[in-house]
């Protein structure tokens, strides 16, 4: 496994630049100054392609922090259709880049035998292989007063067994919790952070950190003040965008301004 730092690195999710492609992704990235990349792979080749992303990590000389799994609903057939195969090929790939974290959203309901075996399989993969398998906070879908529970065992990793947790606080924001609730719940569980920011309306709305209602500031510095060393990633929706660029700097320099220490 990769050797952590001392401080929280601060990392930029490839879907972050969002429809421009993984190399896009690299190159803002080494461009803006982050630390790190999360390769989301996805419909992208390129994002699927170890020799590629590799190449391109040495190109811009920017190191490979994590590998998100494609576990999206437009991702069902990324790395074929079995999904316990598509985790294999992801910690493969974050061995074989340097990554130390594999994301993992948990599964659709619809995928019962997956979900039926799940925790349990985690577990096991991560006996397997020098990697941390995160699994992401998810949310329920709503459509007006109607709520459908998509995910199991469930979209709360809380009272599940998993070693290792992805918060992402646009999820919490679409869930209507509280990010800071969700990390004091999961104590030394936690091992990653997707940055982002909600309002709390019923899209998963990946907004730049501090535009929400999450209280990024207040969870960040409570986290440097805690020493946590795990990667911070920058995982936004930029589509809109007047600017990527300028959002992109925003959630880089909220990020390092509130994951410093409170001096003593």
């Given amino acids: 496994m990769s050797q952590r730092s001392s401080h929280p690195m601060v990392s930029l999710s490839t879907s972050s630049v969002y429809p421009d492609g ?20 996805g419909l992208d080749e390129v994002s699927a392609d170890t020799t590629a992303v590799k190449a391109l990590a040495q190109a811009h000389d920017i190191p490979i922090v994590s590998i998100h799994a494609p576990c999206l609903l437009v991702t069902q057939r990324v790395w074929g259709t079995d999904p316990w195969g598509k985790l294999h090929r992801s910690a493969e790939m974050a061995l074989d880049v340097g990554a130390d974290t594999v994301v993992v959203h948990p599964p659709f ?48 990793p809380v009272p599940f067994d998993y070693k290792n947790v ?24 936690l091992a990653h952070i997707h940055l982002t920011d909600g309002s709390g309306s019923m899209k998963d709305e990946h907004l730049i950190p501090g535009r929400g209602a999450q209280g990024c500031d207040r969870i960040l510095g409570r986290l440097a003040d805690q020493g946590f060393t795990g990667h911070v990633v920058v995982e936004v929706n930029t ?20 994951l410093a220490p409170t001096p003593v």
Avoid at 22 to 40: H, I, K, N, P, Q
Avoid at 134 to 139: G, K, L, P, R, T
Wanted: charged share 30%.
């Fill in 22 to 41: 993984t190399a896009a992704g690299f190159e803002a990235a080494a461009r803006l100054g982050y630390d790190g990349v999360e390769v989301m792979v």
């Fill in 109 to 156: 309901r619809w995928q019962r035998e997956y979900a039926r075996g799940f925790v349990e399989g985690i577990a096991r993969l991560e006996d397997e292989y020098d990697v941390a398998f995160a699994v992401e906070n998810m949310y329920p879908w709503r459509s007006g007063k109607r709520e459908f529970q998509a995910y199991a065992p469930g979209w709360d």
């Fill in 166 to 189: 992805t918060v992402d606080f646009s999820h919490s924001a679409t869930a209507r919790i509280d990010s800071g609730q969700l990390i004091e719940d999961l104590g030394d569980r």
């Fill in 239 to 258: 589509r809109k965008a007047d600017d990527r660029d300028a959002d992109l700097l925003e959630a880089l320099a909220f990020a390092r301004l509130h």
